[in-house]
């Protein structure tokens, strides 16, 4: 195997710090390779190599690289996909539905695998959530009584609603609207409980025209 070059290296961790402070995401060993300018096969034995050499961490995985420069800064914070308002499916793995990445604090949010959500409508104003708002939730596929949750509603499309727990009599999950005023006592029901995530913080813009 001929030599590495000390300079593709340092455009290769020039590249990922430029790409992680742009997007707040690693880029995948394909996007280095385009960013560069030589084959996914060519940037793949550059990164094992770098990793050898304590330059820089790759496990083989599409975004698992990391250089000085992003242990530093993932340490303070971690990077969260915006997937728009909740989409009909799955809200999570999707590239396409991923609408650009945000760093949050650790210290606010505390450490976890997070992804954000666009409230669309009003059903859980009386929860503190707006339509508009940006609701940072868990990835996670169980949820206790009382917790806001992303779940399947009984069109497989996902519904932001507070899960009430499950019917004694027909085992059924209620998932309850928190908007007293424009939907008393409406809930969802569905016979089989799919939580995609839980809603643990709001992001909310403060004003008359928020």
């Known amino acids: ?29 394909n996007e280095i390779a385009q960013g560069v300018g030589i084959s996914k096969a060519t940037a793949h034995r550059y990164l094992v190599e770098m ?7 790759y496990d083989g995985a599409s975004r698992t690289i990391v250089t000085k420069m992003i242990s530093k800064f993932s340490s303070s914070s971690f990077s969260a996909p ?19 990445y945000v760093s949050l604090p650790v210290s606010l949010f505390g450490q976890g695998d997070f992804y954000i959500l666009n409230a669309a409508g009003d059903s859980m104003v009386d929860a503190g959530i707006d339509d508009g708002d940006l609701i940072v939730i868990s990835k996670q596929g169980s949820a206790n009584v009382g917790d806001i949750v992303v779940a399947l509603d009984e ?10 727990g499950i019917d004694t009599k027909s085992g059924e999950a209620i998932l309850r609207y928190c908007n007293e005023e424009r939907y008393p006592g409406r809930e969802i029901r569905v016979r089989q409980l799919i939580v995609q995530g839980v809603a643990k913080h709001v992001i909310k813009a403060l004003g008359p025209n928020h």
């Open 1 to 29: 195997m001929r030599a590495k070059s000390m300079e593709l290296m340092d455009q290769i961790i020039s590249f990922i710090d430029q790409f992680y402070s742009a997007k707040h995401t690693s880029p995948s060993a």
């Open 51 to 57: 990793t050898e050499r304590g330059m820089l961490e």
């Open 82 to 100: 915006v997937v728009g308002a909740i989409p009909c499916g799955e809200p999570e793995v999707e590239e396409e539905n991923i609408e650009e």
């Open 155 to 164: 069109n497989q499309s996902n519904t932001l609603k507070l899960f009430a």
